[in-house]
């Protein structure tokens, strides 16, 4: 099973970005699926989360201004950001459990965001 991130990038404040996590490989269902980020010398926060029935929640940090949603077909579930502000620069990774011989979490490789003018 592998999670590919996509999206991020350099952005300048009150800017959008959308992220993007494809699951590949072979599983039998995904759980609940999430984005985090972290900051050098900071501990890891969890963004927004969003169930398998289509449940959300989002850090107080974001509310109103980031959306998740995922794609269940395709597996891919979505951040989209908006009204981006300098302290939203961070590392984002994407986050999924997935059902194999039990539950486990699987994690993509990280995608860059940069709020900045």
């Known amino acids: 099973v592998q999670l590919q991130a996509s999206g991020g990038g350099l952005v300048q404040p009150g800017g959008s970005l959308r992220l993007s996590c494809a699951v590949s490989?072979?599983?039998?269902?995904?759980?609940?699926m999430g984005w985090y980020r972290q900051v050098p010398g900071k501990q890891c926060e969890l963004v927004s989360s969003?169930?398998?029935?289509?449940?959300?929640n989002h850090a107080d940090s974001v509310k109103g201004r980031f959306t998740i949603s995922r794609d269940k077909a395709r597996n891919v579930v979505y951040l989209q950001m908006n009204s981006l502000k300098p302290e939203d620069t961070a590392v984002y990774y994407c986050?999924?459990?997935?059902?194999?011989?039990?539950?486990?979490?699987?994690w993509g490789q990280g995608t860059l965001v940069t709020v900045s003018s």
């Open positions: 986050n999924a459990r997935i059902l194999i011989y039990g539950f486990h979490d699987y």
């Open positions: 490989g072979t599983f039998i269902s995904i759980n609940h």
């Open positions: 969003i169930t398998s029935d289509g449940n959300t």
